[in-house]
């Protein structure tokens, strides 16, 4: 049964009918030399990335004046054999500091 490898794996290969080794990593399907059966075997096996919901936003990080706020997601199932990869994991936005005193001199 051949394996089905995600990215460039020169190592994951079958014997073809005329003596060339046909490819079953997912880099295949840019250089065309896919096994005959990839798609069937090796795609059916693919899993994309899956996360979880956003968290929320952080405080500003500023007190007073311009800062930025950060919220993060994680990963619920990780990508496996050439499956879409994760989207971004962190975002980052910019706030205004709202504290009473900022921007007061003294």
Do not use: E, F, I
């Amino acid at each position: 049964r051949q394996r089905c490898c995600p990215g460039r794996n020169n190592a994951c290969w079958a014997p073809a009918a005329r003596r060339a080794p046909c490819y079953c990593d997912s880099y295949c399907q840019r250089t065309g030399d896919c096994c005959h059966d990839y798609l069937a075997v090796c795609r059916r096996a693919a899993v994309g990335c899956a996360v979880g919901p956003w968290g929320p936003w952080s405080g500003c990080s500023s007190r007073c004046g311009v800062g930025s706020r950060a919220r993060s997601r994680q990963v619920a199932v990780p990508p496996r054999h050439g499956g879409d990869p994760c989207p971004k994991l962190k975002q980052r936005r910019g706030c205004l500091g709202q504290h009473p005193t900022g921007g007061t001199a003294k």
